[in-house]
């Protein structure tokens, strides 16, 4: 099938260690962002979400970081795994009540074993 | 199956024809949303129903595209004389409600639209 993510930016880890995605996001008020992964072939797939009045949220070997003062959001995978390579988008949302989102460009991550 | 489903996973089709994309939410969500996701690129928002209403259609890109969603449930997305700008991934995502924070998007597969 069609590749999602043929020129985007890659992070190449080795399986176990951990990974961190960065993304810059492009609304001051935006008040909501979401990371979500996208497999070749596939719709993107919700990971985590935090608000902004949180500056970090962790989940399943996942923690998201953000940094409102410089508009930074990161996505930390612990112990990453093959399971986990695909593109990475982070997105936000300023709209209010729904979901009308904004994604980043993505990152592709790599897992080598 | 219990995920969103989009008919069909791939279409081709000529510059100038007019094409339907379907679009079966989750049972009982009454959010649905339409992005367009083009190579190497991120989702991009089209429109939003809540329920039967569009209540935001501001991402359709011109008057070519239009959405249905007559029950509530299913949402046909329409698009007349095609170009071969329209080629991309048009997803389809529906959440249980509207809420900031509330309503996790579940995404279809998409339908890859090819436009010659």
């Known amino acids: 099938g069609e590749s999602v993510g043929l020129h985007l930016p890659t992070l190449s880890v080795q399986e176990g260690d951990n990974s961190i995605i960065n993304c810059a996001y492009s609304?001051?008020?935006?008040?909501?962002f979401i990371w979500y992964k996208q497999e070749s072939g596939k719709g993107p797939q919700f990971i985590i979400d935090?608000?902004?009045?949180?500056d970090k949220r962790q989940g399943q070997r996942v923690t998201v970081l953000l940094n409102k003062t410089v508009k930074h959001l990161s996505l930390q995978i612990a112990a990453t795994q093959p399971g986990d390579s695909a593109v990475y988008f982070c997105?936000?949302?300023?709209?209010?009540?729904?979901?009308?989102?904004?994604f980043g460009a993505g990152t592709r991550l790599a897992v080598h074993p | 199956g219990a995920g969103v489903s989009q008919t069909p996973s791939n279409k081709v089709t000529e510059k100038g024809k007019y094409v339907e994309l379907r679009c079966d939410p989750i049972s009982g969500h009454t959010a649905l949303y339409w992005y367009r996701q083009s190579l190497g690129q991120g989702p991009e928002f089209l429109i939003y129903f809540q329920g039967t209403g569009a209540a935001d259609d501001s991402g359709l890109p011109n008057d070519r595209f239009f959405a249905v969603r007559p029950e509530g449930s299913v949402s046909t997305l329409k698009i007349q004389r095609t170009e071969r700008g329209d080629s991309a991934v048009y997803l389809c995502?529906?959440?249980?409600?509207?809420?900031?924070?509330?309503?996790?998007?579940?995404f279809g597969e998409g339908s890859r639209l090819t436009v010659l």
């Open positions: 609304n001051s008020a935006s008040d909501y």
């Open positions: 997105a936000e949302n300023f709209s209010g009540g729904y979901n009308k989102l904004i």
């Open positions: 995502a529906s959440s249980l409600q509207q809420g900031l924070g509330t309503g996790e998007l579940f």
């Open positions: 935090i608000r902004s009045n949180m």
